[in-house]
């Protein structure tokens, strides 16, 4: 498995009131996801680093902390997982939004949101 991108995910309880702290004084533009109410994205203006801001996640049963894109080496990531008998909180799932995710707690106890989009 290759990760690719990380994301932390901080929860808020209202993304259009946190924008104006993360775009207007930390200066982070949003990055997308705009079609989803419940999750938003805003990065550095390099694109090096990005954060995500997390209401209640939509299909999942519990939120996670960190969100890990690995692209097509989304199944290996579930095999290898459930090999070392890790905590499946959220089962391999194809999401109407075009993400391939499930969420497996690490040992210290964070959920982390293994994902990959379906097309790569």
Known sequence: MQVTHLFANLSV???????????????????GLTELSWVARFQTPDG????QLVT??????????????????????????????????????TEPWGIRRFFVRAPDGNLINVNGHKDG
């Open 48 to 51: 090096q680093a990005a954060v």
């Open 13 to 31: 309880p209202d993304i259009d009131e946190a924008r104006g702290f993360y775009v207007d004084y930390l200066g982070l533009s949003d990055a």
């Open 56 to 93: 209640r996640d939509a299909t999942a049963p519990a939120d996670s902390v960190l969100s890990v894109a690995v692209g097509d080496d989304i199944e290996e990531a579930y095999e290898e997982a459930q090999r070392r008998g890790f905590e499946i909180v959220y089962p391999l799932t």
